[in-house]
């Protein structure tokens, strides 16, 4: 059975994968020495800890140099692109397609395929900033390779 890989907002993620990431940052960050230490801070099992840590990655720790391809829905609004590529181009990644559809009853469906480099910020923080920004109604990672 080959792996499969799915991309989930933090809120669907269930607490004891998080506490596992939590763990692997204080044991990457070299504050504690032993996964005991780190399980301890983070008030999970060692058990659990070593059945998951090989499972769950920050999606910003696997992004650097590989292309994601993304998808929202925007209003028909002058100026929202070009504000959503402003904030794309601060974060200093490469866009490589951009697509957009004719809007219909105001709004439209704008893809993207980006290349994040290892110059760039942080692509996950990236996301959330665009599917925040006035006028983009959801914003829905289709792949990153």
Not at 1 to 20: D, F, N, R, T
Not at 47 to 54: G, H, N, V
Request: net charge negative; aromatic share 8%.
């Amino acid at each position: 059975m080959s792996e499969k890989y799915y991309v989930i907002k933090q809120k669907a993620v269930p607490e004891i994968l998080l506490k596992v990431i939590e763990a692997k940052k204080l044991l990457e960050s070299e504050k504690v020495t032993t996964v005991q230490e780190a399980t301890e801070i983070v008030h999970i099992s060692r058990s659990s800890f070593y059945k998951y840590k090989d499972d769950i990655f920050p999606f910003r720790d696997n992004a650097r140099g590989k292309t994601i391809t993304f998808v929202m829905q925007v209003d028909d609004k002058p100026g929202l692109l070009f504000q959503i590529l402003g904030l794309i181009a601060d974060y200093h990644v490469n866009i490589l397609t951009i697509h957009q559809t004719i809007p219909i009853n105001g709004i439209a469906s704008l893809t993207l395929s980006i290349a994040v480099l290892p110059i760039s910020g942080n692509s996950s923080e990236m996301m959330e900033k665009i599917e925040t920004q006035e006028g983009v109604h959801f914003l829905k990672i289709l792949s990153g390779e």
